[in-house]
């Protein structure tokens, strides 16, 4: 039973140029959220979805960031036109149901030149 | 706001020493609070999870304890080894949300020297 997969593991962009990050939960988890942990600092959520539907988006920035968790397939992350103010790591975390049982991928380190 | 504080912000222990890390929160209300290790370039582990009824909570060398009153935690760490070296995170689940956001600390970070 793999744990939560997230990929790529590093992914570099030019300012402009779009980024697509993508997690695939544990089996049998249905429960998916992003974070961003920017350099020196704590993880800060940004997402929750379950299948098909987005539950919270409060920690997403406004314009340029969307996700989505499509009936098949993993989790996407997509964040327009990147600055390098994206530069971070972000993780994914999933669950059966409810707040126990997170698990975190290793993360996407984004860097933006 | 909620916020999740913790103290030190780094701390360098020898091989073998204990040490224990703080962590104070103002999440209210609040569901759980969990301790993680994130180890350099990986995803957070975690490593306890207490609602507000527990006191204490242990797992190996990881103890942690929870004083909901005065909304403090701390992780004691015992006979401290090499593969201790990584970043220790207060994580408080907010308890005004069903939808499971944590709310991270900055973390310590913890370096284990021989």
């Known amino acids: 039973n793999a744990g939560v997969m997230q990929n790529p593991r590093h992914l570099v962009r030019r300012r402009g140029q779009e980024a697509r990050l993508r997690c695939s939960p544990m089996?049998?988890?249905?429960?998916v959220y992003w974070y961003r942990q920017l350099p020196e600092e704590g993880l800060k959520f940004m997402v929750y979805?379950?299948?098909?539907?987005?539950?919270?988006e409060s920690g997403m920035p406004k314009e340029r960031f969307s996700a989505e968790f499509p009936k098949e397939g993993p989790s996407i992350l997509r964040i327009q036109q990147v600055v390098r103010g994206d530069s971070a790591a972000y993780f994914c975390a999933s669950s059966r149901q409810g707040n126990y049982g997170y698990t975190f991928g290793s993360g996407t380190r984004l860097t933006v030149v | 706001k909620n916020q999740v504080e913790q103290s030190p912000q780094s701390l360098i222990i020898l091989e073998g020493k204990n040490c224990t890390l703080q962590?104070?929160?103002?999440?209210?209300?609040?569901?759980?609070l969990r301790w993680y290790k994130q180890d350099t370039g990986r995803g957070p582990v975690s490593l306890t999870i207490?609602?507000?009824?527990?006191n204490t909570k242990s797992n190996g060398r990881y103890t942690a304890t929870l004083d909901a009153d005065t909304k403090q935690s701390s992780l004691h760490i015992t006979a401290s080894q090499l593969s201790d070296s990584a970043s220790y995170i207060c994580?408080?689940?907010?308890?005004?949300?069903?939808?499971?956001?944590?709310?991270f600390g900055q973390g310590t970070t913890l370096q284990v020297k021989p």
């Open positions: 089996k049998g988890h249905s429960h």
């Open positions: 962590c104070n929160y103002t999440v209210s209300p609040f569901s759980n």
């Open positions: 207490m609602t507000f009824s527990e």
């Open positions: 994580v408080v689940n907010d308890g005004s949300s069903n939808t499971g956001k944590l709310i």
């Open positions: 979805l379950q299948k098909e539907n987005i539950i919270d």
